[in-house]
């Protein structure tokens, strides 16, 4: 009992190790979020200000959690143990919740697609939601500068690199869909990465910490038993 004990402690050492270097990612990835987001020109806001926040004070919580965890393992005082593998699980469906939404991102937005049905309507000569796209995503139309050609349009300035469409080299081939989605696809890949390694890591934590519970209280009650 004593050599399952002291396993599921090193287990659990190693468990808080792997998770506090997880929970630095975390901070180092919303700390890049951000620090992107500023060097951008003519940005434009899908929650990603919000989601950089989170993901800082996600992993400021994860720190302190495995140093709880930790001062936890060493008392062996189950209250604490149990309180811990509780904040795992906590934080493991919050984590979820997260990487679930990251996950549901690469889906455009409501006022893109209305400025692609805004380019179709002959009624609208003038796209002011689309432009604003096409000046930050450097792009042209739904999918390519063909779309305003076979509406007969004049190609705006946003589909052109500081507005100088007299340059034929200027102009941006790509289309709005494609490059918003490629954008998204790259801002959250290393979100993605780090919680496929913290997800199983709070996973097999509470786990761990459970037995180790249950493993302090057998071996007390053959202490007490025997005594």
Same mark, same amino acid.
């Given at each position: 009992?004593?050599?399952?004990?002291?396993?599921?402690?090193?287990?659990?050492?190693?468990?808080?190790?792997?998770?506090?270097?997880?929970?630095?990612?975390?901070?180092?990835?919303?700390?890049?979020?951000?620090?992107?987001?500023?060097?951008?020109?003519?940005?434009? &806001?899908?929650?990603?200000? !919000?989601? @950089? #926040? $989170?993901? *800082?004070?996600?992993?400021?919580?994860?720190?302190?959690?495995?140093?709880?965890?930790?001062?936890?393992?060493?008392?062996?005082?189950?209250?604490?143990?149990?309180?811990?593998?509780?904040?795992?699980?906590?934080?493991?469906?919050?984590?979820?919740?997260?990487?679930?939404?990251?996950?549901?991102?690469?889906?455009?937005?409501?006022?893109?697609?209305?400025?692609?049905?805004?380019?179709? &309507?002959?009624?609208?000569? !003038?796209? @002011? #939601? $689309?432009? *604003?796209?096409?000046?930050?995503?450097?792009?042209?139309?739904?999918?390519?500068?063909?779309?305003?050609?076979?509406?007969?349009?004049?190609?705006?300035?946003?589909?052109?690199?500081?507005?100088?469409?007299?340059?034929?080299?200027?102009?941006?081939?790509?289309?709005?869909?494609?490059?918003?989605?490629?954008?998204?696809?790259?801002?959250?890949?290393?979100?993605?990465?780090?919680?496929?390694?913290?997800?199983?890591?709070?996973?097999?934590?509470?786990?761990?910490?459970?037995?180790?519970?249950?493993?302090?209280?057998?071996?007390?009650?053959?202490?007490?038993?025997?005594?």
């Amino acid at each position: 009992m004593y050599c399952t004990t002291r396993l599921l402690r090193y287990i659990l050492c190693v468990i808080n190790l792997i998770y506090a270097l997880n929970g630095c990612l975390l901070i180092w990835y919303g700390a890049w979020l951000l620090d992107s987001i500023a060097e951008q020109l003519n940005f434009v &806001d899908h929650g990603e200000n !919000l989601a @950089s #926040t $989170l993901c *800082i004070l996600l992993g400021i919580v994860v720190i302190i959690a495995s140093v709880f965890g930790t001062v936890a393992l060493i008392k062996e005082c189950k209250r604490l143990l149990i309180s811990y593998a509780v904040l795992l699980i906590v934080l493991l469906i919050i984590q979820f919740i997260m990487f679930s939404i990251a996950a549901s991102r690469d889906t455009l937005p409501s006022s893109l697609k209305q400025g692609f049905d805004d380019l179709w &309507d002959p009624q609208q000569r !003038l796209n @002011s #939601t $689309l432009n *604003i796209y096409e000046e930050w995503l450097q792009c042209c139309g739904r999918n390519s500068p063909e779309d305003y050609i076979l509406l007969d349009r004049n190609l705006p300035a946003s589909c052109c690199l500081e507005r100088d469409c007299t340059n034929p080299m200027n102009l941006f081939m790509d289309g709005c869909e494609q490059k918003f989605k490629l954008y998204v696809n790259g801002r959250t890949a290393t979100f993605h990465t780090i919680s496929w390694f913290l997800i199983p890591t709070e996973f097999m934590g509470s786990v761990a910490t459970c037995y180790l519970v249950d493993s302090i209280r057998n071996h007390r009650d053959r202490v007490r038993f025997y005594n």
